[in-house]
């Protein structure tokens, strides 16, 4: 009997460590955060972010320059960014905060009569899935969330709010030397 109980007990004990999760818990990082760091778009070549378009900002007030790329997840997916600059982490929140918010979101603004700034606004939207996985021709705002980062404003795609912070945070894990691939 003593050896039946002590099976049981090494079978449930088994059992339990079969089933515990070891994921890793995600901690989204704080939306607005200033560390002191000027960045400039030179920093962010050796983590992998290939820079498509550089934008003209003489309409976007504050902002020393913004480009639009994209960088690969560590499934080898690549993923939509856009980076502005400010010369202040000051700046940035003061300056581009209202921008930001009026782009980002399910009801961010994608179109020429609510954006606030209209340069290369196709680069903000993506075609949305239909039914059974289809495309239904949608157009729906790419960003659902952006981080103020020191002097910079990311914004990042994803399939919704979450998703997308998900994805600004492990870009600035990168960029911070938290994450190496």
Same mark, same amino acid.
């Given at each position: 009997? #003593?050896?039946?109980? #002590? %099976?049981? %007990?090494?079978?449930?004990?088994?059992? /339990?460590?079969?089933?515990?999760?070891?994921?890793? !818990?995600?901690? +989204?990082?704080? &939306?607005?955060?200033?560390?002191? =760091?000027?960045?400039?778009?030179?920093?962010? *070549? +050796?983590?992998?972010? *290939?820079?498509?378009?550089?934008?003209?900002?003489?309409?976007?007030?504050?902002? @020393?320059?913004?480009?639009?790329?994209?960088? &690969?997840?560590?499934?080898?997916?690549? #993923?939509?960014?856009?980076?502005?600059? $400010?010369?202040?982490?000051?700046? /940035?929140?003061?300056?581009? @905060? &209202?921008? /930001?918010?009026? %782009? !980002?979101?399910?009801?961010?603004?994608?179109? *020429?009569?609510?954006?606030?700034?209209?340069?290369?606004?196709?680069?903000? @939207?993506?075609?949305?899935?239909?039914?059974?996985? @289809?495309?239904?021709?949608? =157009? /729906?705002? #790419?960003?659902?969330? $952006? !981080? %103020?980062?020191?002097?910079?404003?990311?914004?990042?795609?994803?399939?919704?709010?979450?998703?997308?912070? *998900?994805?600004?945070? =492990?870009?600035?894990? &990168?960029?911070?030397? =938290?994450?190496?691939?």
């Amino acid at each position: 009997m #003593k050896v039946l109980s #002590k %099976i049981l %007990i090494i079978n449930f004990l088994l059992f /339990a460590l079969a089933c515990s999760s070891s994921e890793e !818990v995600f901690t +989204p990082m704080e &939306k607005i955060s200033d560390q002191g =760091k000027i960045f400039s778009i030179g920093d962010f *070549k +050796p983590i992998g972010f *290939k820079k498509s378009n550089e934008y003209n900002v003489e309409d976007l007030p504050g902002s @020393t320059s913004a480009f639009f790329g994209f960088m &690969k997840n560590e499934l080898g997916d690549p #993923k939509d960014y856009e980076i502005r600059f $400010y010369s202040s982490h000051s700046d /940035a929140v003061n300056l581009g @905060t &209202k921008y /930001a918010d009026n %782009i !980002v979101g399910e009801n961010g603004c994608i179109n *020429k009569e609510c954006s606030l700034w209209l340069e290369n606004l196709n680069q903000r @939207t993506h075609l949305e899935g239909g039914r059974n996985n @289809t495309w239904n021709a949608t =157009k /729906a705002p #790419k960003y659902n969330n $952006y !981080v %103020i980062y020191n002097n910079l404003i990311l914004f990042c795609s994803g399939y919704n709010e979450s998703d997308s912070m *998900k994805n600004c945070t =492990k870009f600035i894990d &990168k960029l911070e030397g =938290k994450v190496t691939q």
